[in-house]
């Protein structure tokens, strides 16, 4: 399946990138992402797998839209308040490429259906909003052997790291256990802009096989300061999921 007229010319610039070409771009028409959580991260990064061609989208929320939510979460409207967020989402994404596949689940993740929901997915981008859902899902891949970007913002901070099981920690290596969520927390809207971008970056570089993926780094983005860091993290060799490979129950 080769691309058409319309999608050479769609995808051009990215095509024009050293080791793109059209080759890379049918990698990418090829992909079943899933982005988990449709909020300040998942809205950017969906937005941007989807303008990348990206052929087939899973978008998992359970939520609805809520005005306190619009200062960072760009997929959402004034006029989607009350709405399920992957029905907002899919709206816009289906009229920003309509030759991908956008397939909204309005399903909150839980240990009896994460792994049913990720299966037959190529990369896992995360956007959601705490330890204990990110870990859930971190085990899920390990077991899947899915990989996983995780991405997350605190204030004017974010923070990223890629997951490939077998080739690198995993974020039970780093976060070992998850305190309870905290109801909200402070986030400048344009700091998960920033998070998500690199997240979709991530995911199409794991893809095509371009680039260097952020496994075994921390990458810590520093808006206030504007300033990036990284920080170099190891297996647990004790992890009691990717050491073990425990499967999620």
Known sequence: MGL?????IRYNRQMMIKGWGEGAQLKIKAAKVAVVGLGGLGSPASLYLAAAGVGHLRLIDCDTVDLSNLNR?????????????????????????????????????????????LTGIDVVVDGLDNLQSRLLVNEACVCLGIPYIYGAVYGMEGFLTTIVPGKGPCLRCIYPSASAPSETFPVLGATPGVVASLEAAEALKLITGLGRPAIGRLVVCDVELMRFDEVTIKKDEGCPVCARQKPIR
């Open 4 to 8: 058409k007229e319309s999608e050479k």
């Open 73 to 117: 979460q760009v997929l959402h409207w004034s006029s989607d308040l009350g709405r399920a967020k992957v029905e907002s989402a899919a709206m816009k994404l289906t009229q920003l490429n309509p030759d991908i596949v956008v397939d909204p689940v309005n399903e909150a993740l839980t240990v009896d259906n994460v792994a049913q929901l």
